[in-house]
């Protein structure tokens, strides 16, 4: 049988216990994507800014616009080439 080392039990008073316990995994929270605020995992949207989060974990409204307008752009011209194009 091995000796028990009173060196490294752990007292009560070594830490501040601020009562709240770490390895409960109950509660799983994860920051918002949009504003950081802590929010259930299986959340659907943000209950501080009131974002929406999409499953990949970015916000609906945090996709570019740039991407739309360059689609437009692009189908416009398009159109213009077959339709009226320069002939």
Do not use: K, Q
């Not at 949207?45 to 989060?53: A, F, L």
């Not at 409204?61 to 009226?84: D, E, K, M, Q, Y």
Request: charged share 20%; hydrophobic share 40%.
């Amino acid at each position: 049988m091995m000796p028990i080392d009173d060196r490294d039990a752990w007292e009560p008073s070594d830490e501040a216990w601020d009562g709240h316990d770490d390895t409960d995994d109950s509660d799983p929270t994860l920051p918002c994507p949009a504003c950081g605020a802590a929010m259930f995992e299986d959340s659907p949207r943000c209950p501080s800014c009131g974002e929406y989060v999409t499953p990949g974990g970015s916000t609906v409204a945090s996709r570019p616009a740039w991407i739309l307008i360059t689609a437009v752009l692009c189908l416009a011209i398009a159109l213009w080439w077959i339709f009226g194009g320069p002939g």
